[in-house]
């Protein structure tokens, strides 16, 4: 099957998986017990995708700038900064480490 082929077939699955989404009956989705389970599924994904996006290069796991960002984003989610000065500490650390030499 061709490149194409592969993307029209997932995009298929996608669409039908959001279609079985609607078809849920609502009290299924109303109990406390899935409310609580669909906020710690959303935690998981974006500590996975922090990760990822973190460590992951080249194959293999990669300690470079983006590892110093994340520590001193962190560092202001500690201190209680807003989201927007936690994104921009962050940045601007990523671009002082890379400043310094670091990948």
Known sequence: MSLWGWI???SLAAFATKL???LVPGRW?????MARVTGTITIGLLAS????NTFAGN?????DARVGALLTAAAALALRVPFLGVVVIGAAAAA????AGLP
């Open 96 to 99: 002082l480490l890379r400043l």
């Open 20 to 22: 079985a989404g609607h």
């Open 49 to 52: 995708l922090t990760v990822m």
């Open 8 to 10: 029209l077939l997932a």
């Open 29 to 33: 989705l109303s109990g406390p017990r």
């Open 59 to 63: 194959g293999g796991l990669v300690v």
